[in-house]
DNA sequence: AGGAAGATCTACT
DNA sequence: GTAGATCTTCCTA
């Protein structure tokens, strides 16, 4: 099954598992005119107040309240100049999302190379910031329902084409948790880095 | 006002 | 592969 837009419960579960799962998806970045495509290859889960790493860990905030409340959202903010990209997603009461760290473009590349100001198709959308700049994603999508059919972020079923996932810690966060929460597609050209060097 | 933050780019050993 | 400069918000004092 191909091109159905992802159900709120599919978020609706730890983010861990969800982080799994959204592996091989398509990501849809919708402009007026035309769809910047890209597969999703790499991921890691955040979760709540447990996880120093997460951004909902100092309790709720302004800032990242929409990590408490309504899964199947987009969650964005920036660090070190860069837009990332999360999806709110966790079981009922609890808190967490899952950052989308790198994407197989598919379609939309010209457009894509014109917002990052390169031509080489492998550093295109190979980390988190890289991504959100390469489909135009910034604050001002946040909090976005991707679940909707008309939503400008949307994320839908890929044709199950078969592949190995791989697991790693997180990457560059400072303190971690002793779980891996980072999933990768093995062998994938996109994924921002093969290991993770801290392991 | 100051500093931290889940990153990126460049320039090298 | 790693090191250092730089990136822009939001939190805390």
């Known amino acids: 099954m191909s091109g159905r837009v992802l159900s709120r419960e599919f978020y609706e579960r730890d983010p861990a598992e969800v982080a799994r799962e959204l592996l091989g998806k398509i990501l849809v970045r919708r402009l007026d005119?035309?769809?910047l495509?890209?597969?999703?290859?790499?991921?890691?889960?955040y979760y709540g107040q447990d996880d120093p790493a997460s951004r909902a860990y100092k309790g709720r905030k302004k800032f990242n309240e929409l990590m408490f409340k309504d899964v199947g959202k987009t969650f964005i903010y920036m660090v070190h100049g860069n837009w990332l990209l999360n999806?709110?997603?966790?079981?009922?009461?609890?808190?967490g999302a899952v950052l989308i760290r790198a994407l197989e473009p598919l379609e939309g590349v010209e457009i894509m190379m014109k917002n990052r100001g390169i031509r080489n198709i492998y550093s295109l959308t190979n980390g988190p910031g890289k991504l959100t700049k390469a489909l135009a994603i910034t604050k001002d999508l946040n909090g976005i329902d991707v679940t909707e059919r008309i939503s400008k972020i949307q994320i839908i079923e890929n044709i199950d084409y078969g592949f190995e996932i791989q697991d790693s810690y997180r990457i560059n966060v400072k303190k971690d948790l002793p779980i891996k929460l980072r999933f990768f597609i093995k062998g994938n050209k996109f994924v921002s880095r093969l290991e993770n060097p801290r392991l």
């Open 37 to 45: 495509k890209g597969v999703i290859v790499e991921t890691e889960a």
């Open 33 to 35: 005119d035309v769809s």
């Open 87 to 95: 999806i709110v997603a966790h079981p009922k009461d609890e808190v």
